[in-house]
C-alpha cells in the first residue's frame, strides 16, 4: 500500500483537469492505497461548496459526486 498525493492548480477555469485529482484519488482507494489531494492557485476554489456544485468536466462525474467519495473516505485535502 501506498501514500500517493494528487495535485492540481486547475479550478473552475478547466473543469476536466481540476477534477483528475479527485478521480484518482478514488481510483486509488479501489486499488488499496491511501491517497492525498494537494489544490493550488485557482482549484483552492474547490473548497466553496457554491463553486463544486457548478463543476463538471468532460468524461467524468460530477465535481460534487467525488468529493462526497473523497470525505466519505476520509481523503486527506491539503490547500
Partial sequence: MATILYTTSHGSDDPTRGSIPFVSAIGAIEAGHQP???????????????????VHGVGWPP????WSKVIEHEVPVYV
Fill in 36 to 54: 492525498q489531494i494537494g489544490l493550488l492557485a485557482e482549484a483552492t476554489y474547490f473548497m466553496k461548496d457554491d463553486i463544486v456544485e457548478h
Fill in 63 to 66: 465535481l460534487e459526486e467525488l
